[in-house]
Each structure stands twice: as structure tokens, then as C-alpha cells.
């Protein structure tokens, strides 16, 4: 049986995002929110827990990858569905933000290759 390109990619890819958001929580704020606010903890506060969402979601999908293949191929159309949503929760994002950050375009846009992965990985 070939190994699963997915099971190893994407898990990195949300390790990282999940680790930037956790650690370094001004880095993604300085993008969506304006110099102007005052209640930037509150928003460093909500990135912190997206961070851990993304670093719990790394978890789960290496680890289900791992422990059962047959069950990480079951959940392929799962991940599409929760990979498009993520997509879509972006560009929403990227229109209501007053500055109009290209990270959360580039951001769906990976969501989608992740999405296109997973199709191609259904064919097989």
C-alpha cells in the first residue's frame, strides 16, 4: 500500500501555523486588526486559542493516520468538507477586514490544494 501524502503534509503545515499562532500571537493580529485598537489582548487571546485548534487538529489527523490507515481514508471526505469550510471562513475574513490581508488569501488557497490532495488521494 502507498503511504499517505496527506497524513504527513498537513499535519505539518497546521503544527506550524498552530505554534506561530500559540507563541507569537502579534505576527497574524498585525495582519487582520489596526494599530488603533485597544483590546488587542482579547485578540491575541482568541489567536492563542485558534493556534491550539490547529496544533489539536495536527494531533488528530497524525494520529489517526498513524493508528488506522484504512480509518484516515474513510475520513477523506470529512477532511475535504472541514478543509473548504476553512477555506471559505478566509476569504469571508479577507473581505470583512478593513486592511485586506493577502495571508488569508494564500491561506484558503493552500486549503484548497489540501482539498485538492485528498481528491487526488480518493482516486488512487
Not at 503544527?15 to 494599530?35: A, M, N, Q, T, Y
Not at 488603533?36 to 489539536?56: A, D, H, K, P
Not at 472541514?82 to 491561506?107: A, C, D, H, Q
Amino acid at each position: 500500500m502507498k503511504p499517505i501524502v496527506s497524513s504527513k503534509i498537513i499535519p505539518f503545515f497546521y503544527l506550524l501555523f498552530g505554534i506561530v499562532f500559540i507563541f507569537v500571537p502579534k505576527l497574524p493580529l498585525s495582519d487582520i486588526s489596526d494599530s488603533s485598537l485597544t483590546s488587542t489582548n482579547v485578540l491575541e487571546g482568541v489567536l492563542r486559542g485558534v493556534g491550539v485548534i490547529f496544533l489539536v487538529f495536527a494531533i488528530l489527523v497524525s494520529r489517526i493516520s498513524v493508528i488506522s490507515t484504512n480509518v484516515y481514508r474513510l475520513l477523506n471526505s470529512t477532511f475535504i468538507f472541514i478543509f473548504i469550510l476553512m477555506s471559505f471562513v478566509g476569504i469571508i475574513i479577507y473581505f470583512s477586514v478593513p486592511k485586506n490581508p493577502i495571508e488569508l488569501l494564500i491561506f484558503s488557497a493552500i486549503n484548497i490544494s489540501f482539498v485538492l490532495l485528498y481528491i487526488w488521494e480518493r482516486r488512487q
